[in-house]
């Protein structure tokens, strides 16, 4: 019965992905370009002569070390949509196998981790990360598995997990490190373990798996940004919001209310407890959450994200008796038709999103082979003005024409794909704000003595076309007719070809 309950939540969370050709994830057209040329290099000229691979141990690899790969056989839309099924089914699946650990026995309960693995943090495209939070709840319930087991057998399997995530991302290891840590001194203090040769076992069989991944650390261009972090206080509230929310409140706001409902009820007849070690694991990673700044290693939201993995790793510490309900399948049709509610809120919303993306792609397939494109946004937009899943959609030119795109993700230190010499001083290079398209007009009359340089003040004489994001194809005009020759005015966005100067 769990077998088939769970293939079933299996298949209905991974139905958006079987009719979108590109995910309307923030930042996954961004990743997913990358992919295609590290896939290309060095077969296809075009994209050789702009970027290069500068292979590192950076830790957010994983989608770089699996999908070139995987797109050499079922190509680069097919192999995105599998990286992000396979991280779905790792979130879903992880609690499960954790729970089956700790109790003994498999349970539909977990199944309720369907209702969130689309969740803001999926939005925003963190591909990496939350395929490392999956990952790093299997670790946790090996390392419960193994408790009573040599010392040696539990390092060389923690080894095995730290190895795989930090090539996932450096925060889904420390993730997994508070995880196994919190749950081995709860071990300890509760079994009544605490001579000093039982410790100092533990911490070594704790502690020595990491030292490989602290020396690649140390040794990668990753550390450089170690100085780049900022502490907020702001944004820990909204990054609970961020996760339980999904596209509409008209939805979200009923959903939530049913969940709460669900809890109290649960907890009023007993049928929810929340195992002793899990408490010491969620009060371990809240606090981390509290500690953690907004921006650490150059990366943003690195504290926001913890909500994630905070959800996923405490679920499969609860454990519910379903045999007290009335009918012991109410719980899963609950759970089943909830999930298909969800599902479809976001399989509505991604339909209606991915028409402009569509549209933005169709007319980038027009460009000249091997062009280059220069990304700006309308000037004075509001915050959000931009749907997300257009933000980074131009990028899609490097798949489609193996183009050069100004806002492809080639941060030293962040991303293994670099702009080569000759194209790197034309890119953003330090993962920026878009310029608008006033600041570009003006850079092309040139640049004021002692006055900052930019990547695109040349762009006139550099790039082939350009494009604005955030224009309304009913308000918007050619902002600059004499440079720019208009191919495209969709929606959210106008597509030029630069004339070039006499």
Excluded at 265 to 278: D, K, P, S, T
Excluded at 401 to 407: D, G, K, P, T, Y
Excluded at 410 to 416: L, M, S, T, W
Aim: proline fraction near 5%; charge should be neutral.
């Amino acid at each position: 019965m769990i077998i088939k309950q769970t293939l079933l939540v299996a298949t209905l969370i991974l139905v958006p992905l079987f009719y979108t050709l590109v995910p309307p994830l923030e930042d996954y057209p961004n990743h997913l370009a990358r992919m295609f040329a590290l896939s290309q290099i060095p077969a296809n000229a075009s994209l050789s002569g702009y970027y290069e691979a500068a292979w590192a141990p950076i830790p957010n690899l994983i989608m770089d070390l699996t999908v070139p790969t995987l797109a050499s056989w079922v190509g680069i839309y097919t192999a995105g949509r599998i990286f992000i099924g396979a991280t779905l089914l790792l979130l879903l699946l992880g609690p499960m196998f954790l729970h089956r650990t700790l109790y003994g026995q498999w349970s539909a309960w977990p199944l309720v981790g369907g209702l969130f693995v689309y969740n803001g943090f999926l939005f925003v495209g963190l591909m990496n990360y939350l395929f490392g939070v999956g990952v790093a709840v299997f670790g946790l319930a090996t390392w419960i598995r193994l408790a009573d087991r040599p010392l040696l057998l539990r390092a060389l399997a923690s080894l095995a997990f730290c190895a795989v995530l930090y090539v996932c991302h450096l925060s889904a290891l420390g993730l997994y490190g508070l995880g196994i840590a919190s749950f081995e001194a709860w071990r300890l203090w509760t079994s009544g373990s605490l001579r000093p040769s039982k410790l100092i076992g533990s911490a070594l069989a704790l502690g020595l798996p990491f030292l490989p991944a602290l020396y690649l650390l140390l040794h990668s261009p990753t550390w450089g940004l170690a100085h780049e972090n900022v502490w907020e206080a702001q944004g820990k509230l909204g990054a609970v919001t961020r996760f339980l929310s999904v596209y509409s409140d008209l939805v979200d706001i009923p959903f939530l209310a049913l969940i709460m409902g669900a809890i109290v009820v649960a907890m009023r007849r007993g049928l929810v407890r929340f195992h002793r070690a899990g408490i010491v694991v969620a009060i371990s990673l809240t606090l981390a959450f509290l500690a953690m700044p907004s921006m650490a290693f150059g990366s943003l939201m690195a504290d926001e994200r913890l909500v994630v993995g905070i959800f996923f790793m405490t679920l499969g510490f609860i454990s519910t008796d379903l045999r007290k309900l009335e009918g012991q399948n109410a719980f899963f049709a609950i759970c089943l038709v909830t999930i298909a509610f969800r599902v479809v809120d976001v399989s509505v919303n991604w339909s209606s999103i991915s028409h402009p993306l569509l549209e933005l792609r169709s007319s980038l397939r027009t460009m000249q082979p091997g062009s280059r494109l220069l990304v700006t946004q309308a000037d004075n937009l509001p915050e959000s003005a931009i749907d997300a899943a257009m933000s980074h959609a131009p990028t899609l030119a490097v798949i489609e024409r193996s183009a050069l795109v100004s806002r492809l993700f080639v941060v030293p230190g962040k991303q293994i794909l670099q702009a080569r010499e000759g194209a790197r001083e034309h890119v953003d290079t330090e993962d920026g704000d878009t310029p608008s398209i006033s600041q570009v007009i003006l850079a092309s009359h040139g640049t004021a003595p002692g006055s900052d340089s930019h990547y695109w003040d040349k762009w006139t004489a550099f790039y082939d076309y350009l494009v604005v994001l955030g224009t309304d194809p009913d308000e918007w005009d050619n902002p600059a007719p004499e440079l720019l020759q208009l191919v495209h005015n969709g929606r959210g966005f106008a597509f030029y070809k630069v004339r070039r100067k006499a």
